[in-house]
């Protein structure tokens, strides 16, 4: 089994840019597309949709989570390349920096920032903890 390389991935421009950067970089290692669900959300979804919002989040994030990580095979795909999805929950950097354990990753990319307002500080904070405590190169795509 050749290198791993793990690939945050939220769907964001920058995300898909780390993507197509990993199929560049690393094309004879293998990629693990990762998609970390912040449950975070689910407290602004009861604030601002209410509580059938609320209800409702754990099957959109899972909906969401599906499509997205779809993407990125059809990314590779078109790259030519091929990648392994996986997905968790929790705090992005945590399960992140886990991943990278679980996974025995040699190298992690991501963007630097994810969407856009509150999720774009997230991310931001995300890349600089994970470069902060990974015990393994990280490459920042911006």
Not at 7 to 19: E, F, H, I, K, T
């Amino acid at each position: 089994m050749g290198d791993l390389a793990l690939v945050a991935y939220d769907g964001s421009p920058l995300a898909q840019r780390a993507l197509e950067y990993a199929l560049r970089k690393f094309p004879d290692d293998d990629l693990l597309v990762f998609y970390v669900v912040d449950p975070v959300y689910a407290v602004y979804e009861a604030e601002f949709g209410g509580p059938a919002q609320a209800k409702r989040w754990p099957d959109d994030v899972a909906d969401a989570s599906t499509r997205l990580l779809e993407e990125a095979k059809s990314t590779a795909a078109d790259h030519a390349g091929d990648v392994t999805t996986a997905s968790a929950t929790g705090k992005p950097e945590r399960r992140i920096l886990e991943a990278v354990d679980e996974y025995d990753a040699d190298a992690v990319v991501m963007g630097s920032h994810g969407r856009t307002g509150v999720s774009r500080l997230v991310m931001g904070s995300t890349a600089e903890a994970v470069m902060r405590h990974s015990p393994v190169p990280v490459t920042v795509v911006r």
